[in-house]
């Protein structure tokens, strides 16, 4: 898509299963199963669904930490799934990643100075008088004291942790930050000044996020548009504020339903839930992937696998991967 920063094409992840006596694949794990969708400069896209629908993998395919299975995923129009050795390691610059555990992402035996100063390292970037003066200048950028320089991560609490891991990421100015569920890990209370500081970051430096999280309430807070994902397919994409007032898919009506109502004053109304279990992504259903769960199903949606497209009624842009979407009706 022109003007795109980041275009993933028909990428699939698809990890073989190994056993038996002579260790033959047995399986197949469909964790990704050719998703499309692209991000503009400075922009925000979330990603969101339940655990296991492939988010997580999808972010790390997209960075190359997966080589993928197939597809594209195009960054400033250079296929970032068929380059390798001098040309990737330039194009790492421009990219980051924020995990989800602050303390199992940051080697316990290193000072934050040392984490800080790496990416400055393996780049080459800098004296080390300059890199050290760049760490300093990356606490103080996410708000914490140039006294933590010196100290090692297991001395700072996990939303301070999560500011160290912050910085590292942003340390080479990238144009893309993947953010692998960068807040589910923290408390409450602190989660607010995490995405806070991500959206002033953000707006500082020109960065775009993909934004990967379970909780679709967080994900419409920092997202400018939302991709829902379940079992390694992305069943709807939309402007955010629109998926929220006129979502398509039953699987994104479920989600909304399932947000807590803060205003107990407010009527209760009957809304749409989900029954059963995630099926295995190794043995995924025929046609619809949710049809197993789905209270709409109809026989088509068992054998036909829905093209991701524009829904009717709504934006071109918001898409939608239903037979029946705009004219849902239960199971007979």
């Excluded at 760049?134 to 010196?150: C, M, N, T, Y």
């Excluded at 002033?200 to 430096?205: G, S």
């Excluded at 939309?238 to 339903?257: F, G, M, N, V």
Aim: proline share 8%; charged share 25%; with cysteine.
């Amino acid at each position: 898509m022109s003007g795109s920063l980041l275009e993933v094409k028909g990428l699939k992840m698809h990890f073989p299963v190994h056993g038996g006596l002579f260790y033959r694949q047995v399986a197949t794990v469909y964790a990704v199963d050719g998703v499309s969708f692209d991000v503009r400069p400075g922009e925000t896209v979330g990603l969101v669904g339940e655990s296991g629908c492939g988010k997580s993998t999808l972010g790390k395919a997209i960075l190359r930490l997966y080589d993928p299975t197939d597809g594209q995923v195009f960054f400033e129009g250079r296929d970032l799934a068929h380059v390798h050795g001098k040309e990737l390691r330039m194009l790492r610059r421009d990219l980051g990643i924020i995990f989800q555990d602050p303390y199992e992402s940051l080697n316990q035996t290193h000072t934050v100075g040392f984490i800080l100063e790496e990416p400055f390292r393996i780049h080459c970037v800098g004296t080390p008088e300059e890199r050290r003066a760049w760490a300093k200048d990356l606490l103080k950028k996410v708000g914490l004291p140039e006294s933590a320089f010196e100290r090692f991560p297991h001395e700072f609490s996990g939303g301070q942790r999560q500011r160290i891991g912050i910085a590292r990421a942003i340390a080479l100015k990238p144009k893309l930050v993947v953010c692998d569920e960068p807040v589910s890990a923290l408390d409450v209370s602190i989660q607010s000044q995490i995405l806070n500081l991500l959206l002033d970051l953000q707006k500082e430096m020109g960065l775009a996020f993909v934004f990967i999280a379970h909780d679709l309430a967080v994900v419409k807070h920092v997202s400018d548009r939302i991709a829902v994902m379940y079992l390694g397919k992305v069943v709807e994409f939309s402007d955010a504020d629109e998926l929220h007032h006129k979502p398509l898919h039953p699987y994104t009506q479920a989600l909304l339903a399932s947000i807590p109502e803060p205003d107990p004053s407010k009527s209760v109304e009957e809304k749409p839930f989900l029954e059963g279990e995630v099926p295995s992504p190794r043995n995924p259903p025929a046609g619809c992937r949710f049809h197993t769960r789905c209270p709409f199903a109809q026989p088509r949606c068992r054998t036909d696998i829905p093209e991701l497209k524009a829904g009717p009624g709504v934006a071109p842009e918001h898409l939608v991967a239903c037979h029946y979407a705009g004219e849902l009706k239960p199971k007979s």
